[in-house]
Nanobody, 126 residues
């Protein structure tokens, strides 16, 4: 079992920045790719960014490329999402997710992720 705990959400004006963090506990010595997803009111949850546990390869949704950066610290068992140039359309609950992936191929598909955090609210005002 892996427990995920997100933090860092809040209210920010358009053009501002926020940094989300996700702390993993439990079976953190296993091979988990990590990702961030988000869900805006009335919409389905969508992929934001992901990072491989072994190569550090990253993938991003087109809507956040060039603005968001995902990173991880395997010693501290944390994954971060630096969000710059925030837009009102980025308003959502952001979720951290972990996928047991021995071969390290990171995915944008929700169903492959085994563990999820409770989410943290990000609100961007115009």
């Amino acid at each position: 079992q892996v427990q995920l705990d997100e933090s860092g959400g809040g209210l920010v004006q358009a053009g501002g920045s926020l940094r989300l963090s996700c702390a993993a506990s439990g079976r953190t010595n296993s091979r988990y790719n990590m990702a961030w997803f988000r869900q805006a009111p009335g919409l389905e949850r969508e992929f934001v960014a992901g990072i491989s546990w072994n190569t550090g390869r990253t993938i991003y949704a087109n809507s956040v490329k060039g603005r968001f950066t995902i990173s991880r610290d395997n010693v501290k068992n944390t994954v971060n999402l630096q969000m710059n140039s925030l837009e009102p359309e980025d308003t959502a609950v952001y979720y951290c997710a972990a996928d047991f992936a021995p071969y390290g191929v990171v995915s944008a598909t929700q169903r492959v992720y085994d563990y999820w955090g409770q989410g943290t609210q990000v609100t961007v005002s115009s």
